[in-house]
């Protein structure tokens, strides 16, 4: 399955033109959707629900305030389904997660 684009072509060989026929590309591989991340609680831990492309590589990242660096969480790197749920255990006052897409 692909999806085929138009384009034009151009070959400059740095001085004169050399060639300008239109052409077609088809992109096999399906672009990477932007991922979307949800949370509930569910006792003690904290549900996140990971939507996004299935095979697509993605990672979830977490840090415990909005100054230090991102950490991995967890690296998918083959979503298996989507939405996909993983659990987080609250084990701090705070808390902040984000989902990213890897090309």
Do not use: E, K
């Not at 979307?36 to 299935?54: E, I, Q």
């Not at 660096?69 to 996909?84: C, E, I, K, T, V």
């Amino acid at each position: 399955m692909g999806w085929a684009i138009g384009i034009a072509q151009v070959i400059y060989d740095g001085g004169t033109v050399m060639s300008s026929t239109p052409a077609n590309i088809t992109v096999t591989q399906p672009l990477l959707a932007t991922p979307a991340l949800t949370a509930v609680a569910n006792g003690a831990n904290l549900d996140l629900t990971l939507t996004g492309t299935v095979g697509g590589h993605y990672r979830v990242d977490s840090r415990t305030d909005l100054v230090s660096s991102w950490q991995a969480f967890a690296d998918l790197a083959s979503l298996a389904a989507s939405p996909f749920t993983l659990s987080a255990p609250m084990t701090n006052a705070q808390q902040f997660f984000r989902a990213v897409g890897i090309p």
